[in-house]
């Protein structure tokens, strides 16, 4: 997968988060708060500018009571 394909996909997963923060009414701030961050490093969670590990998309999943396959695109490799 090249450079391109790979910002795009955090991109949306960052899309994703951010909705489904939104959509349950949880502020940045609150997120971050649950996932023991700070609202600069989620922001740019949400912006698709850092690359997430599976442990923080295991605690934004929780914290956000969703599975953490909603959000993960569904791209082929």
Known sequence: MDKNADNIILVDIGKRIAALRHKKGIT?????DEIDSDNAHVSRIETGKINLTILSLYKISNALGVDISELLPEYKV
């Open 28 to 32: 940045l701030r609150a997120l971050a």
